[in-house]
């Protein structure tokens, strides 16, 4: 993904600040290393699996015309 010219922020990527207990984040480091990713990415893409999971059991099903 292409950075913004100077900020060195990812286009469409917002930048979030979060506070969590100290073994929680022990424990996502071990998680993150497991799955050969970075503490952020491995939020990322953890959350974004999560949402589209609950995402598309809460919406209703569409049928095919």
Known sequence: ?????????????????????????????????LDNRNRSNFIANTLQNLARETLSIAEPKRRLK
């Open 1 to 33: 993904m292409a950075r913004k010219k100077g900020t060195g922020k990812m286009i469409g990527m917002t930048q979030i600040s979060i506070s969590l207990p100290e073994t929680l984040v022990q424990q996502i480091d071990e998680l993150a290393k």
